[in-house]
């Protein structure tokens, strides 16, 4: 089973629309949360990290995170056309148990309905 | 600071031959991560140094892969014995340390085993 499961698997909204990006965890030794975006013909970048329950903006981005139910979410406002792209949700174990590795889900692909 | 730098960007062989990644990472960047991406299976961790230290290689395929770091500068992937399923965009990544860190991607080698 995937440890990182992410929905939907595509998405597309019209420009300057909210886009919503889920994510869920299988495993309670994750708890550290990041997303990270990528565009055709590059590497993965990261967008922004949430490790504490509530939520962080950063920019046209917000994650949610609620920890008990290990679901963290992504929300792109006043999408633009740079904001085409396949997004990641990933996560790491609590420092100490385990690997430091981050760990994938399989991606949402974002696009912009012209 | 040109990020990480990943050669070649695309690697054509064929089956049965032995294909070499190499991987720069940036410079100061404690930690060294290897994947492998796959439209089917997505973003698949295989393994990672810190300080040139191999630290975990549980995604490795133990009899065909292998990963060395010889210096902080560069780090490579060895595959023995190519095979059609190892056809794949392999990326490295480093960050400044391993704990909740950011990594930085490169743009990936494309492999292509015929």
């Known amino acids: 089973q995937q440890k990182v499961q992410q929905s939907p698997e595509s998405l597309s909204v019209p420009e300057g629309g909210m886009a919503s990006l889920n994510c869920t965890s299988s495993d309670r030794n994750f708890q550290y949360f990041w997303w990270y975006r990528q565009h055709s013909g590059e590497g993965p970048k990261a967008l922004m990290s949430i490790f504490s329950d509530g939520d962080k903006k950063e920019g046209r981005f917000t994650a949610h995170l609620n920890k008990a139910s290990l679901h963290v979410s992504l929300h792109i406002r006043d999408s633009q056309p740079s904001d085409s792209a396949l997004y990641f949700c990933a996560a790491s174990e609590v420092p100490g148990t385990g690997s430091n590795r981050l760990t994938f889900g399989k991606g949402t692909k974002f696009s912009l309905i012209p | 600071n040109a990020g990480v730098i990943q050669t070649p960007r695309h690697k054509v062989t064929g089956k049965g031959q032995e294909a070499t990644l190499w991987c720069e990472p940036i410079?100061?960047?404690?930690?060294v991560f290897w994947y492998r991406q796959t439209i089917v299976q997505g973003l698949e961790f295989l393994t990672y140094?810190?300080?040139?230290?191999?630290?975990?290689d549980s995604g490795m395929p133990k009899e065909r892969f292998s990963a060395q770091m010889p210096n902080q500068s560069h780090s490579t992937l060895k595959i023995q014995s190519t095979q059609p399923q190892d056809s794949a965009v392999y990326l490295c990544?480093?960050?400044?340390?391993?704990?909740?860190?950011?990594?930085?991607f490169g743009h990936g080698t494309k492999l292509s085993v015929l």
């Open positions: 990544a480093s960050s400044l340390r391993t704990e909740n860190e950011r990594l930085f």
């Open positions: 410079s100061g960047h404690s930690a």
């Open positions: 140094f810190r300080n040139q230290a191999p630290i975990d």
